[in-house]
Structures are given as structure tokens and as C-alpha cells.
């Protein structure tokens, strides 16, 4: 079993809000993603990390944010959300050198 | 570069029907490859994986075989359960440890 937390699980706020998804792993893991999937469709990466201090973005284009201040730690930032951000967000994991990619439960947001 | 293309869903079976989704992959070198589970309202779970040809990775009934040949690593299981209904993701990471993830197949399993 994999020990990443995401939090909230579910959140529906007001358009404009600002708004910081949690995503916490205890694994010790290196590499660190962000991925944006619409119901029971394919992902999107969003944004990834290979370590502390480093942040990219991924494949789709996206408007949050992320930093990696801490090893364990990788939030994702929507500082002003809007309708169009409605979608879960999957937080991942994955040790240097490691070959498998561990997910967290998932945040829904809601924008409205 | 690198990528997955998977069975289109979604697919309908009854209860204790078999299954089989199709995955094949494009690589430049060998890559490991893997099944995930989507359950309801829930993040991705590993179901197997295999790391080289010939590999065959086993969970929960469900199997994959590592086919280099036909550069292919079909999920199937023999008599699914109600409970099998999710959403099933093939993927592979390659040497350098970048993932790629199918589509995903949405499977439902009628009593």
C-alpha cells in the first residue's frame, strides 16, 4: 500500500476563491506529480518534481501553481478558480530509480 | 516518443463473463509495464505490473503477459465480478523512469 494523503477529498467552492490542494506522501519518494483527469477519463499531466526546490509543468497547460519546499510535501495552488478548473486532481509518487507510480485518493473540486 | 494505446470502452460484460482489454505500447527501449484499477470516486490503484518479456503479472484473478513480440500486455480475467467494475489504465514507464498511461477502459459488470 502507498502512503500518499491528498486533502481536501472533496471541495466546492466560489469562482475567483483561491484555493491550495494538500498532497502529502511518508514514502520518502523523489519524484512527485500532479495530474487533472475528468471523470473516469485519461490523465493530464499537470505539473511534476524530481526533488526539492524543482518544479515543471507538464504536458497540459494549467493555471495552478505548485512548490516543493519539502520532500514529503507538493501542493497544487488555483489562485483564482474558475468553472472551467470543475475536474479531480491526482497527486502521485514515485522513488528515484523506482519503476512503479503510486497515486493518492484524489481531490474533487467543484467550482461554481 | 513512447506511448500506450488501449481498448476503447466502455465495455459490458455479465457477471462471470471473461474478460480481455486490450493494451499495446510503442517504446524505444524495454520498458516495465502495468495495469491500474480506477474505482469509483477513488484514485489509481497498481493491479499488476511486468517488468520484462515473458513476465507475467497476477492480482485478484486478473493476469497480464508481457508479449515483446507483439509488443502487446492484454489484461484478461477468467470470470469477472460485479465488484471488477472500474476503470482499468495500462501504462509503462520507460528506463528512465517517465510514465505513459492509456485512455483507460471503463468496465462495468452487470449481475
Known amino acids: 500500500e502507498a502512503d500518499i494523503y491528498q486533502t481536501p477529498r472533496y471541495l466546492v467552492i466560489g469562482t475567483g476563491k483561491k484555493i491550495t490542494l494538500e498532497c502529502s506522501q511518508t514514502?520518502?519518494?523523489?519524484?512527485m506529480y500532479w495530474y487533472q483527469q475528468d471523470p473516469g477519463m485519461e490523465l493530464h499531466l499537470i505539473h511534476y518534481?524530481?526533488?526539492?526546490?524543482?518544479?515543471e509543468k507538464g504536458d497540459l497547460s494549467s493555471e495552478s501553481t505548485v512548490s516543493r519546499i519539502r520532500t514529503e510535501h507538493f501542493p497544487l495552488t488555483l489562485e483564482s478558480a474558475r468553472p472551467s478548473h470543475t475536474s479531480q486532481y491526482l497527486c502521485?509518487?514515485?522513488?528515484?530509480?523506482?519503476?512503479?507510480?503510486?497515486f493518492g485518493e484524489g481531490s474533487w473540486l467543484t467550482v461554481v | 516518443g513512447d506511448s500506450v494505446t488501449q481498448m476503447e470502452g466502455p465495455v459490458t460484460l455479465s457477471e462471470e463473463a471473461c474478460l480481455t482489454i486490450n493494451c499495446t505500447y510503442t517504446a524505444t527501449g524495454y520498458p516495465s509495464l502495468f495495469w491500474y484499477v480506477q474505482y469509483p470516486g477513488e484514485g489509481l490503484q497498481l493491479l499488476l505490473k511486468a517488468t520484462k518479456a515473458d513476465d507475467k503479472g497476477s492480482n485478484k484473478g486478473f493476469e497480464a503477459t508481457y508479449r515483446k513480440e507483439t509488443t502487446s500486455f492484454h489484461l484478461e480475467k477468467g470470470s469477472v465480478q460485479v465488484s471488477d467494475s472500474a476503470v482499468y489504465f495500462c501504462a509503462l514507464s520507460d528506463p528512465g523512469n517517465q510514465f505513459y498511461f492509456g485512455t483507460g477502459t471503463s468496465l462495468t459488470v452487470i449481475p
Open positions: 518534481s524530481y526533488g526539492v526546490n524543482s518544479t
Open positions: 502521485a509518487s514515485h522513488e528515484r530509480g523506482g519503476n512503479t507510480i503510486y
Open positions: 514514502m520518502g519518494h523523489d519524484k
